[in-house]
């Protein structure tokens, strides 16, 4: 009989332990998930920002040159 309490006793301690990982697990993982979806929500800024900027930074494709020192020597 002691022997069967023992053996109960160690799989309850074994049960308390892995709930206590899941629950740690978890919130490592409602963390993550948070900091992705932070991460998400400034790439979309970041790229509707460069959107906005890209035409005010065409040139058109043209190229002027070589700036004028260029040629003295």
Request: avoid cysteine.
């Amino acid at each position: 009989m002691k022997d069967l309490e023992e053996r109960i006793a160690k799989l309850e301690e074994t049960v308390y332990f892995q709930d206590t990982t899941i629950r740690e697990l978890n919130q490592a993982l409602v963390a993550q998930q948070f900091q992705l979806d932070e991460m998400e929500k400034r790439m979309l800024a970041m790229q509707t920002k460069l959107r906005e900027l890209l035409p005010i930074l065409d040139d058109g494709g043209t190229d002027d040159g070589p700036p004028p020192h260029y040629g003295s020597m």
